[in-house]
């Protein structure tokens, strides 16, 4: 049994869903939430300006374009990431040409902890349960199209999302061996600048350094582990930006002492920090070999990761407090239902984000609404 594959065929390639997706007709139901929530009711958070009740958006990774993020747009999410975008064209795995094939299967969705990463999990492509418990995993290995496509879209996304009272992030990463030499540290900074720059351009006034992703065999992938060359980047991009474009930061599973280490390194430089980008593990089909294209590992996104997720905000959140730094804490990973958002908050984010619900349980902003309703949660902004 396929889950909403309306929204994205898991059975096709990333391109071909970006090509043809979402498969339906995306219903807007903000004239729903605002009625729930009244002139009272909801988490009031204010994102760098932004002022909204739902804190419920959608991280980088499932938008793929203007279609889908208007999509989540009418689901009723707030803040909404574009997937992350690069300064070349780069097709997903599986795309050669020699083999066309899927990029997402579904997993067991028992609780991950840091004991059990060794152990690889199954892949499936049928999913029959509720989807809040929901798990999956990809490798598309950060796809993108060149500038000269993408600019545009984001200055007519971010034009849509203003009238509609929507709040925008643009996603970049740098690119290493764009000419077929290694150029160390200081080229893909350039590169994660000039990304960035691009962004700017077409009139993002968010971005997100995407610091940490499993599904790629280069040093982009894992930037967030080095907090030396984390520094070196952001440090670069921050001073090619103006001084009014917010600057995040989207990191990898660490502990409060390496996360505290980390923003010492950044804290001049950013803005806010995005946490977590999935946990990587191996992932094998019934027969046991790897499930997806790419390395040995994929990254696991749903509700398998929440606690891990849960704990790494813990973590980021004290480390905010040890420093005394004004950084944003925004919580991600793990979010399937209005309980996990709420854990989230109460573990110390400023505002929550989900990628996987996005695709496959897109009306949990309506849910949401419904559970600050019954549960008569009314809270005021903080300082």
Known sequence: ???????????????????????????????????LLGDMLGVEVDFFGFR???PLGVAAGPLY????????????????????????????HRNDGSYLGHNIVYIDGSPISPDDLATPRVGSLTYEQDPVGLSITNSFGMPSSAPSAWMPTVQETEAWMRAHNKETITSVVGTPNKDGADGGIDDLADDYAHTATCAEEAGARIIELNFSCPNVSGKEGSIYKDENNAKTIATRVRDRLKPDTKLLIK????????????????????????????????????????????????????????PMAVEAVGNLARAKRELGVPIKVV????????EDVMQH???????????????????????????????SVARPLTS
Request: aromatic share 10%; charged share 20%; hydrophobic share 40%.
């Open 331 to 338: 919580g991600c990973g793990g979010v399937m239902a209005p």
């Open 251 to 306: 990191v990898g599973y660490a502990d409060a002492a390496y996360y505290e280490a980390l923003l010492r390194s950044l804290a001049d430089a950013i803005d806010g920090v995005v946490a977590i980008n999935t946990i990587p593990m191996e992932v094998v089909d019934e027969a046991g070999k790897q499930a997806l294209p790419g390395g040995r590992t994929s990254g696991i996104c749903g509700k398998a990761i929440l």
């Open 65 to 92: 374009n203007t279609r889908y993020m208007h999509a989540a747009a009418l689901d009723g999410f707030s803040v909404i990431t574009w997937k992350t975008f690069r300064s070349v064209d780069r097709l997903a």
């Open 345 to 375: 908050l109460d573990a110390g984010a400023e505002y929550v984000m989900c990628a996987t619900a996005a695709l496959f349980h897109p009306t949990l902003p309506l849910e949401l609404a419904q559970y600050f309703k019954d549960n």
């Open 1 to 35: 049994m396929q889950l909403l594959d309306t929204r994205y065929k898991i059975t096709e390639t990333f391109e071909y869903n970006k090509e043809h997706g979402p498969f339906e007709d995306v219903a807007d139901v903000n004239p729903q939430i605002n009625e």
């Open 52 to 54: 909204t009740r739902m």
